[in-house]
Nanobody, 121 residues
Framework: QVQLVESGGGLVQAGDSLRLSCAAS????????IAWFRQASGKRREFIAG????????VLPDSVKGRFTISRDNAKNTVYLQMNSLKPEDTAVYYC??????????????WGQGTQVTVSS
């Protein structure tokens, strides 16, 4: 069982940066790949970053590549999403999810409750 808790969201202006954290419980955290998704109001949940269990492999779609980075600290059971040059279209609820491998679909075993990110123009 893995429980995930996101934090770090908030209200920022366009061009600002935010770092989201996904803190996990459980001693098996280092065996799970972690992904970040976001869901804007009225839209489908969208994959935006994934990192393998070891941290050696990262996947980011072109829509955020160059602005967002994902990293993990297995000693702290935490995965981070650094978001730079934020745009109003980045406004969404951001979720982290865990499974054995990174997928770009939403088929993950565990999910956090989400953290709101709002970017004003």
């Amino acid at each position: 069982q893995v429980q995930l808790v996101e934090s770090g969201g908030g209200l920022v202006q366009a061009g600002d940066s935010l770092r989201l954290s996904c803190a996990a419980s459980g001693r098996t955290f280092s065996t799970y790949a972690i992904a970040w998704f976001r869901q804007a109001s009225g839209k489908r949940r969208e994959f935006i970053a994934g990192i393998s269990a070891s941290g050696g492999d990262r996947v980011l779609p072109d829509s955020v590549k160059g602005r967002f980075t994902i990293s993990r600290d297995n000693a702290k059971n935490t995965v981070y999403l650094q978001m730079n040059s934020l745009k109003p279209e980045d406004t969404a609820v951001y979720y982290c999810a865990a499974d054995r491998v990174v997928r770009i679909t939403t088929q993950y075993i565990y999910w956090g409750q989400g953290t709101q990110v709002t970017v004003s123009s």
